[in-house]
């Protein structure tokens, strides 16, 4: 145990310092909020508060991200910025996820995608002290390259029929396109990532955006500024160059409350403080979302989340 508290002292020390040396300044924000994500993939634990005499009652939910109070602070002109702590998410149990994990999310202010990507990879390549190599794909090319099949032109018959031929059994059935190309991507094309290799892929569907900026490719394919980081077989890190308009990101979140009933989940309140702000982000700010506890287990080449935390989760 000793030993783990050292690793990840120092990891965490590492970390930031390297942000100090950046001038990106850290941020402490509420772990507790009065907004729920929208999103049917990221569940909140939610508290239920009954103050004596009712000085205080309402719902709170457990961050899944501090994405919306950070970019509230950038929006007030805070600059480039960073947070390191920890995030709750129901639901998420195994040896790659414990349901509170230790998270290190930044924004910087006139980074494009590709800049944000570069500090990704040149943060992996200095917490593992290694010169790793890098293997980046767009999501189309990837798509054709491994399986010759264009993901924006496919229908969900054929991605099901793909699926089948790799004798991918569905523990449920896809409900959307996005969907059956997810499962696609985590049961075939994840696995085949070099693991010894930081593995980028950029140039989501728009239909997979969540909060990026939506552009064209070079074939007129509509795709979200959007990034995701592999090594070692994990996903490490997710990260946007971000949406500023209110009225797209309104448009999202009422899409994603759908798409939550549909699910048998219940809608929840759109964060009007967060919308309200928005419009008043650095024109130009790309943000990226990194799981410190799989940046760690990557490290020390371990298959089990409980090897690199102080304290196992155990089921009830």
């Not at 506890?293 to 089990?304: C, G, I, K, Q």
Request: glycine share 4%; aromatic share 12%; proline share 4%.
């Amino acid at each position: 145990m000793n030993q783990v508290v050292q690793k990840r002292a120092i990891f965490l020390r590492s970390l930031r310092e390297y942000f100090w040396a950046e001038n990106v300044t850290e941020v402490d924000t509420p772990i507790m909020s009065q907004f729920g994500n929208s999103d049917p993939a990221l569940l909140n634990f939610i508290s239920k508060f009954n103050g004596p005499g009712k000085l205080f009652n309402a719902t709170t939910y457990l961050i899944t991200s501090p994405e919306y109070h950070m970019k509230r602070l950038l929006a007030q002109g805070s600059g480039s910025i960073y947070f390191l702590g920890k995030v709750f998410r129901d639901g998420e149990l195994s040896r790659k996820h414990t349901p509170e994990f230790a998270m290190l999310e930044w924004y910087r202010v006139d980074y494009d995608l590709f800049d944000l990507i570069k500090e990704v990879i040149s943060i992996v390549r200095l917490m593992s002290r290694q010169d790793l190599a890098v293997k980046e794909y767009s999501y189309l090319n990837l798509f054709m390259e491994k399986l010759s099949i264009n993901p924006f032109f496919a229908t969900e018959g054929e991605l099901k029929h793909l699926l089948a031929h790799n004798n991918i059994d569905l523990a449920f059935e896809p409900k959307t396109k996005d969907e059956y190309l997810d499962l696609i991507m985590s049961h075939i094309l994840e696995p085949s990532f070099d693991p010894d290799v930081i593995t980028v892929l950029h140039s989501y569907p728009a239909s997979q955006a969540s909060l990026a900026k939506i552009t064209k490719d070079c074939a007129g394919h509509l795709i979200g500024k959007r990034f995701e980081i592999y090594w070692k077989g994990l996903e490490l890190a997710n990260g946007y160059e971000e949406l500023t308009d209110p009225v797209e990101q309104r448009a999202r979140f009422e899409k994603e409350n759908i798409l939550r009933q549909e699910y048998g989940l219940a809608p929840v309140d759109i964060d009007e403080l967060f919308l309200q702000e928005m419009a008043q982000m650095p024109t130009l700010v790309s943000g990226v979302a990194m799981g410190v506890d799989r940046l760690l287990m990557a490290v020390e080449n371990t298959n089990n989340i409980n090897d690199v935390i102080l304290f196992a989760f155990e089921e009830s």
